[in-house]
Structures are given as structure tokens and as C-alpha cells.
């Protein structure tokens, strides 16, 4: 019968500590704000809308960034190897912080 209660003791711990580490994730979270948001609906990368800023584009293959139509006059970015052969690396764009304002 002890060592049930024992049991029961170390899990009624073990539950409680898990609650308080959730609340404590779902309260952190919801401290999280937005600071920038792009969506590329455009027919180039550069120049870029609100805030005015150029995008760089980095590759460690053969990648190419740039905006694809997507549906009627919606564009989004798209970023794909170049050419038919799948090599392995990184292909992203970047914008300096500097072009944002003070917000950012």
C-alpha cells in the first residue's frame, strides 16, 4: 500500500511539473510579436513593397530565388534548383535590417 501511494506521489509530482512547464511554453508564446512580413505578390523580387527593401539571394547549389504566379495576379516566392538535377544545398533570400525601420 506504501509504495502505491509512493507511486501515486511521484507521478502527482511528475504531472504537475509537466502543467506548469505547458503553461509556462503557452505563456511565452503569446509574448511573440510579428515584426515583419513579406508576401512577394509581385512580378519581381526586387524591387521589394512597404518597407522598401532589396532582396539578396544566397545559394550554396544551383538554386534560383525569385516570384512565381501562382493563380490569376497572385505571386509568391519561389525558390527551386536550376536545371533538372537535384543538388544538395541552401537557397534562401535575405534583406539587411538596416533598410527597415526602427521597429524592425
Do not use: H
Not at 508576401?39 to 523580387?45: A, H
Not at 518597407?51 to 547549389?61: A, E, F, G
Request: positive net charge; glycine residues 6%; proline residues 4%.
Amino acid at each position: 500500500m506504501k509504495k502505491t501511494l509512493r507511486k501515486f506521489a511521484l507521478l502527482k509530482k511528475v504531472l504537475m511539473s509537466l502543467t506548469i512547464i505547458m503553461v509556462l511554453c503557452n505563456t511565452i508564446s503569446w509574448g511573440q510579436t510579428t515584426a515583419f512580413t513579406e508576401d512577394f505578390n509581385r512580378t519581381t523580387l526586387n524591387p521589394s513593397s512597404t518597407p522598401t527593401s532589396p532582396w539578396t539571394m544566397t545559394t550554396t547549389c544551383s538554386g534560383v530565388a525569385g516570384t512565381n504566379l501562382t493563380s490569376g495576379t497572385d505571386y509568391a516566392l519561389l525558390l527551386s534548383t536550376n536545371g533538372t538535377t537535384s543538388i544538395a544545398g541552401r537557397t534562401y533570400v535575405t534583406t539587411p535590417l538596416s533598410n527597415l525601420t526602427a521597429a524592425y
